[in-house]
């Protein structure tokens, strides 16, 4: 039997019941579909910080190139380690070492959720850029403490970071509905902001059937508020693109409905499958956690690993779970339910 090796990194707080959810659907449809995922898993974490004062290994990296895919929780426990430490340990490095740059985040409302708009229809596409710009760490500080203390952090745009997740974007938008909106703010931001726009018309003549728009990022957060119908794939920078997600998910309904997928596509490295959310200590151990965004992710895996029937089969478990009304509302259903009514219907 075909077995994918998954590498399992369950994290802080509700990254670990939401990575167990998921972990029980994608093995039902593992079984269901003829194949077998073979994971391993790490127990690292901020717990592991404070036990041995590193989130991974230091040969963490390397561990993970065996791996055919990473999944991942949700990293953080900020009333022990400080989150600049903990996400620049573990989540940021996995991201780069591999160049995962293309960062999916698929953005619908599903059957019988409502969401603070009630936005039916909702349907977009966010890549986010996963590897420079703001996120680049570029910088330092001087002075500490002081008066005269100065702290620079430098967005870093290159020409190959741009017109590579550009492309991405508009092969995305050819498998959809065929519209690009690069978003930037180059109004204000005059170097690397127009230098994105400049490539993003470089690059359209190249796909003549996809139209491309281009917004400033304020515009567009109350246009995907006000009239999301006329957005299909967004492509947009590394810290636009983690704003704009968490907006995205809340118009879905909440945090616990949007998927990720940090992929790497000449696929030398593992693509790494994460939900939106973080580990939400203010829920955590209380069995409330919607599993859905976690578990939407891990079909995202699924389809890279090449098993689209699966990946079709656990997405269509969800639409049912929602569709009868299972984990609609925060709060409605506990984890273990919302799990159970998707594990039920993909049997069904
Ligand atoms: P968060 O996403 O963890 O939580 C934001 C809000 O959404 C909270 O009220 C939380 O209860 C709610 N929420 C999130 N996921 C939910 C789910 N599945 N079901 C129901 N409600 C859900 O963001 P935060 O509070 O800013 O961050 C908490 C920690 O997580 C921090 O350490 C942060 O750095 C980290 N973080 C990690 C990731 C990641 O690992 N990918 C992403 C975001 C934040
Ligand atoms: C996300 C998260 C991360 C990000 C944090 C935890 C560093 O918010 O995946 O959206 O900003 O990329
Ligand atoms: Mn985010």
């Known amino acids: 039997?075909?077995?994918h090796k998954i590498a399992l990194i369950p994290g802080d707080g509700i990254g670990v019941d939401v990575t167990d959810a998921t972990m029980q659907v994608l093995n039902a449809a593992a079984a269901r579909f003829g194949f077998a995922l073979d994971a391993t898993?790490?127990?690292?974490?901020?717990?592991?910080?404070?036990?041995?004062?590193?989130m991974m290994p230091e040969?963490?990296?390397?561990?993970?190139?065996?791996?055919?895919?990473?999944?991942?929780?949700?990293?953080?426990?900020?009333?022990?380690?400080?989150?600049?430490?903990?996400?620049?340990?573990?989540?940021?490095?996995i991201r780069k070492a591999f160049d995962q740059y293309a960062n999916i985040r698929p953005h619908r409302v599903l059957p019988g959720v409502e969401g603070p708009l009630k936005a039916q229809g909702f349907d977009i596409l966010c890549i986010r850029?996963?590897?420079?710009?703001?996120?680049?760490?570029?910088?330092?500080?001087?002075?500490?403490?002081?008066?005269?203390?100065?702290?620079?952090?430098?967005?870093i745009f290159t020409r190959k970071g741009v017109e590579r997740i550009l492309r991405f974007g508009f092969e995305q938008a050819r498998a959809r509905r065929k519209h690009l909106t690069s978003v930037t703010k180059s109004n204000a931001q005059r170097h690397s902001m127009v230098f994105?726009?400049?490539?993003?018309?470089?690059?359209?003549?190249?796909?003549?059937?996809?139209?491309?728009?281009?917004?400033?990022?304020?515009a567009m957060a109350a246009k995907m508020v006000m009239a999301?119908?006329?957005?299909?794939?967004?492509?947009?920078?590394?810290?636009?693109?983690?704003?704009l997600t968490d907006l995205g998910a809340a118009i879905q309904g909440g945090l616990g409905?949007?998927?990720?997928?940090?992929?790497?596509?000449?696929?030398?490295?593992?693509?790494?499958?994460?939900?939106?959310?973080?580990?939400?200590?203010?829920?955590?151990?209380?069995?409330?956690?919607?599993?859905?965004?976690?578990?939407?992710?891990?079909?995202?895996?699924?389809?890279?690993?090449?098993?689209?029937?699966?990946?079709?089969?656990?997405?269509?478990?969800?639409?049912?779970?929602?569709?009868?009304?299972?984990?609609?509302?925060?709060?409605?259903?506990?984890?273990?339910?919302?799990?159970?009514a998707i594990l039920n219907a993909l049997e069904a």
């Open 196 to 218: 994105w726009d400049e490539v993003t018309q470089l690059l359209a003549p190249e796909y003549p059937d996809v139209t491309v728009s281009h917004m400033h990022i304020d």
């Open 41 to 54: 898993r790490f127990d690292w974490s901020c717990e592991t910080y404070v036990a041995t004062g590193r």
């Open 129 to 155: 850029e996963n590897t420079e710009g703001e996120y680049s760490g570029a910088g330092g500080r001087v002075h500490h403490g002081r008066d005269n203390e100065v702290a620079v952090e430098t967005a």
């Open 257 to 340: 409905f949007a998927a990720s997928a940090n992929i790497c596509p000449d696929r030398s490295g593992p693509s790494m499958f994460e939900p939106v959310h973080g580990s939400a200590p203010d829920i955590a151990g209380k069995n409330i956690a919607n599993p859905i965004a976690a578990i939407w992710s891990g079909a995202m895996m699924l389809e890279h690993l090449g098993e689209s029937a699966a990946a079709t089969a656990v997405l269509s478990a969800v639409q049912a779970a929602t569709g009868q009304g299972v984990g609609i509302r925060p709060g409605s259903h506990g984890t273990g339910q919302i799990t159970a």
């Open 1 to 3: 039997m075909k077995a």
């Open 59 to 93: 040969n963490g990296i390397e561990t993970l190139r065996g791996f055919d895919a990473i999944y991942l929780g949700a990293v953080g426990w900020p009333a022990t380690v400080p989150d600049s430490v903990s996400l620049h340990g573990l989540l940021l490095p």
């Open 228 to 243: 999301p119908q006329d957005l299909d794939v967004i492509v947009a920078s590394n810290l636009f693109g983690d704003i």
